[in-house]
């Protein structure tokens, strides 16, 4: 309990400096979580749809290792280590999660990062010729593709929840094409420039992609 | 509560803030100290004062304006205390956050740790797989609750048939368990009762759906040494299991036999591996037939740190 409850302030500037981040930050290059880090994974192909797995089932599916596990802990110990790290076991994902306060959020928060980064990571494959675009991925396009029917509803931005599996569809294409921007746009019914900035609008997006490309020879997009 | 502008503060007090705090983490790593303080955890944790320290900056009127809960010179007492006296950080700030609850904790009630969290995670697996089962009133207990951690935890997973009745030997545990049973609105569903283990319980003794503790399980001679937060501060009577440290586990464990209806589940803490694979054998060979599906439960570290099990 705070012991004296009196008012004051000071500089806002000053304060905020000190105060943690409102957003979640992933802590990858943490000396401690080095040594395997999900940035590391290189894409795996595989035919298991993780998307539609439930909270539970994923988490079947993970070793979790909380930090600082050595010793007896409980009682022992005054824990303010809440971090959590999952590893996901059939792909070798890592996520880790250190910003909360309590481990159980820490967990939720690891396993929501883990669905971010199985949709970038795991890549389904496609048979080009007789490839059709999935709904989720037809709602990310913008209106001007030729194959994207009126029943679409309005494009679904980075911003909204529903992005993650549409971004999910399109790197399966652009790995499918290996990674040329053209042929994926010709798929889609898109200029390669408006491909190019629907890829542009999003960082992981971005990035998983020009990690595809500098890996084939390709120069990054920008 | 007032509020000043920044302006009638600035020189003053950022250099003061500036100086105060640089120079209490400089004091973190004291070379002689052989438990020496993590430099990352007591920066994460200095956040963590500031962030229970300040208002809701959102709701001033004014962006400049940030509202503090204490004066900058009580909030230095407090971190000194933290660094110096290796008070534990929950007790500086009067409270822990543990799975999805802010709890009141004070000096008097063991610090609920993140392994205990667990514990509402198996009781919750219980009573969905009993959904459908029955149709009568489920009382869960949790003995020697401390801060009620576990039975305000259970209360939010017991569902509609069920209710939690805890008991705590110590006045403060019952004090602080009821605070944060009404903080959660949960005074219909949690009821705390001072007593030791299952003494308050007699009128539903024979009845009970399931049973869970974290008792003291930490065996005597380990008490000298535990780490400082832990020896100096947390309460002996939470901490201390006796000879082998199993003094009262065993006693909760013979007196789930005449307090559990038939098919009600139980989950004990232990102090680890060793204790738990004991309990299993005692509770399997000594208090024959009376248990079902007894097991050792890992936690996330990997060791064995629950007993679960089912009343025949």
Known sequence: ?222 | MGKLHRKTLETGVEGLGDSYFTESLALSTPPDDPDPLDSNLLLRELQWLLQDATGDVGRSQNPDLVPLRADLGDLYGLWRERVLERRPFQYVVGCEHWRDLVLWVGEGVLIPRPETEVVVDLVREVVIGRSGRGDGEEVWADLGTGSGAIAVGMGGVVGERGRVVATDLSEVAVKVARFNVERYALKDKVQIRQGSWFEPLEDVKGKLTGLVSNPPYIPSRNLPGLQAEVGRYEPKLALDGGESGMDHLIHLCEGSVSYLKPGGFFAFETNGDEQSEFLVDFMVSKLENSFRDVKAVADFAGIKRFVTGFRS
Do not use: W
């Not at chain 1, 595989?46 to 596990?69: G, H, I, P, R």
């Not at chain 1, 990674?179 to 420039?193: C, E, F, H, I, Q």
């Open chain 1, 1 to 222: 309990m705070a012991r004296v409850i009196s008012l004051q302030c000071f500089s806002l500037a000053r304060l905020l400096q000190s105060r943690p981040s409102v957003r979640p930050t992933l802590l990858f290059h943490h000396p401690r979580f080095r040594p395997i880090s999900a940035s590391s994974v290189s894409s795996s192909i595989s035919d298991e749809d993780y998307v539609s797995l439930t909270e539970e089932e994923l988490m079947k599916q993970c070793e979790m290792d909380t930090f600082k596990a050595s010793g007896p802990g409980g009682q022992h110990r005054n824990k303010r280590e809440s971090a959590v790290r999952l590893r996901h076991v059939p792909t070798g994902i890592v996520s880790q999660a250190v910003e909360d306060r309590s481990q159980h959020k820490n967990r939720a928060s690891a396993l929501a990062r883990l669905r971010t980064l199985l949709d970038l990571k795991v890549r389904k494959t496609i048979d080009l010729n007789e490839y059709e675009p999935p709904p989720e991925l037809l709602q990310i396009l913008p209106k001007k593709s030729t194959i994207r029917g009126a029943d679409s509803g309005p494009q679904i931005g980075p911003n909204n929840s529903k992005f993650a599996s549409g971004m999910q569809a399109l790197l399966d294409l652009i790995f499918a094409v290996n990674g040329s921007v053209a042929d994926a746009a010709k798929n889609l019914g898109l200029s390669t420039g408006a491909l190019s900035r629907l890829i542009l609008s999003d960082d992981s997006l971005r990035m998983e992609v020009n990690e595809l490309r500098s890996s084939k020879g390709m120069r990054p997009l920008k």
